[in-house]
């Protein structure tokens, strides 16, 4: 086995709709809006931020660290392994998936976050933590959006017949995602727009997009495809699982 580590600085490109990371008030000047930090997986846009192959059928494991001020929650692809403290007020966290990977599956997000927990057990007893991220400010809305979420997950195991592959589960709301959801290992992000009141809820519940990001912790991860075009084949099956999901909950399916 050869192993080569390479040391390595990333500028991220000036055109705006080119950038992987993006922020929400990161001088925290803005009193309405949290601050924040997030990484999107935008197909063909990772290698601008770490060396890698950036094609859906190159695959690998791999650790993140995030090292930021302590005060900042921090969430991201795969399972927390590691936390260390660098620095007075910094926090240096690490995260590992095992289960190999497209490049453009690994994501993060950073900010002023309120947790809300959850869990999924499956009917062999295989217990996955869910956590809902989301700004402190709409928390209170947290639950009645993302609680379908383990209903959702038994639905796909039952149907695919194989379990959720990760052991941690992490959905955030970002500020200015402007996406209706984007699915990474063990991590999805969302626009703060999926937080919805009760009126609103009555109108749509989210579920869709939930539904869809979760599907994709299967299909992209367990499942890929060889080139950038097949992935539409990948979200076609997402939205089969998601007519199934909405017919079994007894809820109008729309094609």
């Known amino acids: 086995t050869l192993s080569v580590r390479i040391d390595y600085v990333a500028s991220e490109s000036p055109r705006s709709d080119e950038r992987v990371v993006h922020y929400s008030d ?97 009917p062999v007893g295989k217990r996955s933590a869910l956590v809902y991220a989301v700004n402190p400010a709409l928390d209170s809305l947290a639950d009645a959006v993302f609680s379908p979420t383990p209903q959702i997950i038994e639905v796909i195991e039952r149907r695919t017949a194989v379990e959720f592959p990760f052991p941690e589960y992490r959905q955030v709301a970002v500020e200015r995602h402007g996406g209706d959801g984007e699915a990474m290992a063990g991590l999805s992000l969302f626009d703060t727009s999926v937080l919805r009141d009760t009126r609103a809820l009555a109108d749509d519940t989210g579920e869709a997009a939930i539904m869809r990001a979760a599907a994709a912790q299967w299909l992209g991860g367990l499942v890929g495809v060889a080139d950038w075009p097949e992935m539409a084949i990948l979200q076609g099956i997402g939205k089969t699982f998601e007519w199934i999901y909405f017919q079994e909950s007894g809820q109008p399916v729309v094609a």
């Not at 997030?38 to 690998?60: L, N």
């Open 26 to 122: 990161p001088a925290g000047d803005d009193p309405f809006a949290p601050t924040q930090a997030w990484a999107g997986s935008e197909p063909t846009r990772m290698r601008p931020w770490f060396p890698s192959w950036d094609h859906p059928s190159e695959r690998m494991t791999y650790t993140i660290g995030l090292t930021v001020p302590d005060s900042l929650v921090k969430q991201a692809s795969g399972q927390l392994v590691q936390q260390q403290n660098v620095a007075p007020d910094i926090r240096r966290d690490v995260w590992s998936v095992v289960v190999a990977q497209p490049a453009h599956r690994i994501g993060f997000a950073v900010g002023e976050f309120a947790l809300v927990g959850d869990d999924y057990v499956s």
